[in-house]
């Protein structure tokens, strides 16, 4: 046998004797790119409630005097009821309704429309984190306003606290992700080290960054007439529910 085939033979017996991982272990300066995700979940603490009065009157004035009384007396009931709550009027709106169209006789030409009525009507959003109050605010306020939609969320706070929460789990779950990554390919967790962390998930390696789900309960309704004021209403049963916020990042991870 000649020194050349002497030497191939040696080859290829040690690379038979090597372990199968020490073939396929990555070299020193691999760089992997490593996807990661935080869920969090916080019970609801605050309602935005939208409440509604609409008047109609052949009286464009009077109606809109109506509107304006029971708006007034909707907003005193609020802030008995519910002191910290905040107010904001918004969608003032009048409008004419008229009469329907009755079919011409041959030859007749059609008059001018007049109105037959004049509808005026405002909105009012109420942000309060008075949950436990919620139902008997409502029903008191529903003597005069009527209920046109409500949304449950997290306050300022709460939402502020829940998004920190959301960052270090997004965090734990890429270094969990990079320690399993490092062992499948065969290598010491310890030998990874994390280059860059992209917490908005913007590279061309990642998707969106987080967002937000909640629990929304909504009724919307064109014509709010309000039920009469002397009439009392039950309490209406509301589930706030919750809000879920996650994150997507990503880690681009060095081999020593």
């Known amino acids: 046998m000649t020194i050349r085939h002497t030497l191939l033979a040696a080859t290829v017996l040690l690379a038979a004797q090597l372990p199968a991982h020490a073939q396929t272990t990555p ?72 009469p329907e169209d009755r079919p011409l006789a041959p030859g007749v030409a059609p008059k001018p429309r007049q109105p037959a009525a004049w509808r005026v009507g405002q909105y009012l959003q ?10 008997k605010t409502v ?3 529903q003597k005069v306003l009527t209920l046109n939609g409500i949304h449950f969320g997290l306050s300022r706070p709460a939402l502020k606290k ?15 992700r990079i320690g399993a990554i490092a062992r499948a390919m065969g290598r010491n967790p310890s030998e990874a080290i994390l280059e860059t962390v992209d917490f ?3 590279g061309n390696y990642a998707g969106g960054g987080g967002n937000a789900r909640g629990g929304r309960v909504e009724m919307m309704a064109m014509k709010a007439a309000a039920p009469p004021q002397q009439m009392d209403v ?11 916020l996650d994150m997507n990042l990503v880690g681009k991870v060095r081999f020593k």
Request: aromatic letters at 6%; charged letters at 25%.
């Open 27 to 98: 070299a020193a300066g691999t760089e992997v790119i490593v996807s990661a995700n935080g869920e969090v979940t916080a019970q609801n603490d605050q309602a935005i409630v939208t409440l509604a009065i609409e008047e109609q009157d052949k009286d464009k004035a009077a109606a809109a005097s109506r509107v304006n009384q029971k708006m007034k007396q909707g907003m005193e009931l609020l802030r008995k009821e519910d002191p910290a709550a905040t107010l904001k009027t918004q969608g003032y709106y009048t409008y004419p309704v008229y």
């Open 139 to 141: 029903a008191t306020t």
């Open 200 to 202: 908005e998930g913007s």
């Open 162 to 176: 829940l998004d920190e929460q959301r960052i270090a789990a997004s965090y734990q779950n890429l270094k969990e």
């Open 126 to 135: 109420v942000t309060t984190t008075s949950l436990d109050k919620l139902p």
């Open 234 to 244: 039950a309490e209406p049963s509301f589930e706030p529910g919750e809000t879920t």
